[in-house]
């Protein structure tokens, strides 16, 4: 099946810091990503659709300039939470749909950035 | 608005029963309806799915209903097992965009 990988998975870093995290497709090429944030015990919120080539597409809320995505090949996408301060402090997930299957498929997600500004 | 809901934030169930995991969602638009589940600091496993086109879908242990005119739907586990404990979300997609909406997700405790 489809995988996705994500990295890195746990990242302590100081307040200020800007921090990358990377989402690849490894079995499928992925025009468009998706990248997620959940707070504990609360469900999974959509942050923005990356796509391959193009500008991401953030969802109402979501400072583009504070996540800086980057969608610059057909496997790959990263988020970088930029000057990151104590409240970005999250567990953040990527996925992506394997498209080249047809149909309705499902997003297959990255196993989570789990985030921590000290 | 929460366009996804999944009203039990918690369900406990004996090893070997049926568990039964529901999702009541708001937005007719939806067409497209998926059950994940997770680990804690993981990320969501894919169960199954349905479109609404059917009104059920049936992958091993897992079997999927889909209400569309109550715009309910259903996961039914059996029989369940402790590997089974984790936390279940129902997500939903409409025709024509690849985006998800999750529900708030429901703790599933299988009891040995």
């Known amino acids: 099946g489809a995988v996705v990988s994500q990295h890195p998975s746990w990242v302590i870093c100081k307040s200020g810091t800007s921090v990358k995290i990377e989402c690849r497709s490894l079995?499928?090429?992925?025009?468009?990503m998706f990248w997620y944030r959940q707070f504990p015990k609360q469900s999974l919120m959509l942050m923005a659709t990356s796509n391959e080539g193009s500008k991401a597409t953030y969802e109402q809320g979501v400072e583009k300039d504070k996540f800086l995505i980057n969608h610059a090949s057909l496997t790959l996408s990263t988020l970088t939470v930029t000057s990151a301060h104590p409240e970005d402090s999250s567990f953040y997930i990527c996925s992506a749909r394997d498209v080249g299957q047809g149909g309705n498929q499902p997003q297959h997600f990255g196993d989570g950035t789990r985030l921590s500004i000290l | 608005d929460q366009q996804v809901k999944q009203n039990s934030p918690s369900l406990s169930v004996q090893e070997g029963r049926i568990s039964i995991l529901n999702c009541d969602y708001t937005?007719?638009?939806?067409?497209?309806f998926l059950w994940y589940k997770k680990y804690p600091a993981e990320g969501p496993t894919f169960l199954i799915s349905i479109s609404s086109i059917k009104d059920k879908n049936e992958d091993g242990r897992f079997t999927v209903f889909l209400n569309k005119s109550a715009k309910h739907l259903s996961l039914h586990i059996v029989p369940s097992q402790p590997g089974d404990s984790a936390v279940y979300f129902c997500a939903a997609s409409a025709l024509g965009n690849e985006k998800l909406t999750f529900g708030t997700g429901t703790r599933l405790t299988i009891i040995p």
């Open positions: 937005n007719s638009m939806f067409d497209y």
């Open positions: 079995d499928f090429q992925a025009t468009t």
